[in-house]
């Protein structure tokens, strides 16, 4: 008997695995009756060669339904559609299968979150992953703190980087920063939260998801402004800040402003979150020390894997005292809420053999010289100052300006995000360019169209 040829369409740009698109078409192909119970499907060397993929892309999705009971493989002599009714209409055609990434693929944004990944260190990360598959693998869950040899490991690093001396068991293993929050949230007592405005919107939304009232307090010069602060009378149980590099205005927060805000803590008593996303990228000096080390009482800090490695590792870092870490760890066991094994292994890899700092050294020097590319092409247009971390630039512009230039990023296939996005009671209007996740090629485009359109709008004439 001769094996049907099937006519799979593949596509190598739509974010869909190959093998899941095979596996997918084939899957149809029996549920629908296309393919009938005990045919023969053409051997993998064949479909492999008739649709232009690799043996084993067949292979595994062949392994894939054999596995799911679509197909039966006979020792020897090939592979064959299973005896399995078809599936009731709703089931069969009823469920498209999403494709991955595939919303607007074309359009590029310019967000302030995504960090460069550059292939140039692509060897660290395969050899971390390598380190995991050759590790023992654990008995049971996890410790629900974190894996041991990484809080000690993450402790060297905080006090290394960011002059924050902690124990080991003042750490703990989170799955990013908004994860480490929400975290905190379930452990502190009954209480509003306030946040800067404007400030990191995703916080907001872990308080709201969290049944906390969000109270947002203006900035200053200096950072947040703690007079606006102690004027609220609401219970306020924690503060949301990110005093290295504030989010997103770019405003360091004065050593002054520090002691004010803990003091005003303090008076409440409530805790003071850090957040420092980014400090790892100061371009010239070091950062002011985290302001953890100034109050360990006081502030639990968080640090997140997102910027230094890639935000899909999901990895980040809480410090606190060791009671609350404790407790932390205690309600997280409860529901099984263990950080995932794998990751923490291999970011122990990226610590110890040093991938981790050679990202952020390499990193760095791509952060600066964009910086200054974008800080040169938008000179004329704002004040935008001299940028001393990171990997976005905000834009100060007159609201109609900021989204009549929006509009041309986005008819030219840019998304450009607004600074109104980033505000609930601010009022600031203007832009905030990230130029972390694309090309040094996507970056000159996007500033062509982002200057061409600042050209044509009419601009107050900078002094
Ligand atoms: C202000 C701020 N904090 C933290 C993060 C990182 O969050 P996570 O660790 O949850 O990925 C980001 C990422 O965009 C951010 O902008």
Redesign the pocket.
């Known amino acids: 008997m001769v094996a049907p040829i099937l006519p799979l369409a593949l596509t190598r740009d739509s974010g869909v695995a190959l093998v899941q698109q095979v596996a997918n078409q084939v899957r149809d192909a029996v549920s629908a009756g296309g393919l009938a119970p005990r045919e023969r499907l053409p051997s993998i060397r064949a479909l492999a060669a008739d649709v232009g993929v690799a043996r084993a892309v067949v292979e595994q999705a062949y392994d894939q339904l054999i596995a799911e009971g679509w197909l039966t493989a006979r020792r020897g002599a090939g592979t064959y559609v299973a005896e399995v009714g078809r599936l009731p209409a709703a089931v069969d055609r009823g469920l498209p299968t999403p494709a991955l990434g595939s919303v607007e693929p074309d359009r590029l944004r310019l967000d302030?979150?995504s960090p460069w990944v550059d292939p140039r260190h692509a060897a660290g990360w395969r050899r971390a992953w390598r380190d995991v598959s050759a590790a023992r693998i654990p008995r049971g869950y996890p410790d629900p703190a974190g894996l041991p040899e990484l809080r000690v490991e993450v402790a060297r690093y905080v006090s290394r980087t960011r002059g924050l001396a902690a124990r080991p068991e003042q750490v703990l293993v989170t799955g990013?920063?908004?994860?480490g929050f929400g975290l905190l949230l379930g452990v502190l007592g009954a209480g509003q939260i306030a946040v800067e405005d404007p400030g990191?919107r995703?916080?907001v939304a872990t308080g709201t998801q969290a049944g906390r009232k969000v109270v947002d307090i203006p900035l200053d010069a200096e950072g947040v402004d703690v007079r606006k602060l102690r004027s609220r009378r609401e219970d306020i149980r924690a503060v949301y800040v990110?005093p290295a590099h504030q989010?997103p205005s770019g405003i360091t927060m004065s050593a002054g402003r520090r002691i004010a805000l803990l003091a005003e803590a303090t008076r409440r008593d409530a805790v003071v979150v850090e957040?420092d996303?980014?400090s790892e990228f100061r371009y010239d000096v070091a950062p002011l020390p985290a302001l953890a080390a100034l109050d360990r009482d006081r502030v639990v800090y968080l640090g997140?894997a997102?910027?230094s490695v890639h935000?899909g590792l999901?990895l980040?870092w809480l410090i606190a005292s060791e009671d609350l870490v404790a407790e932390i760890a205690w309600q997280r066991a409860a529901r099984h809420d263990h950080p995932p094994w794998p990751v923490q292994r291999a970011f122990l890899t990226m610590l110890r053999d040093g991938h981790l700092d050679r990202l952020v050294r390499s990193a760095r020097r791509v952060y600066a010289e964009r910086s200054r590319i974008v800080a040169a092409a938008l000179a004329p247009y704002g004040d935008i100052g001299a940028p001393p971390a990171g990997m976005y630039l905000t834009l100060p512009l007159p609201g109609h300006v900021a989204e009549s230039v929006r509009a041309q990023c986005w008819q030219a296939g840019f998304d450009v995000p607004s600074l109104t996005e980033y505000s609930r009671t601010s009022g600031l209007t203007g832009l905030v360019i990230g130029f972390g996740g694309v090309t040094d090629d996507e970056l000159s485009r996007a500033l062509s169209v982002i200057t061409t359109a600042l050209k044509h709008c009419t601009l107050p004439a900078q002094s």
């Open positions: 302030t979150g990013g920063t908004t994860h990191y995703a916080a990110t989010h957040d996303y980014d997140s997102s910027k935000p999901r980040g």
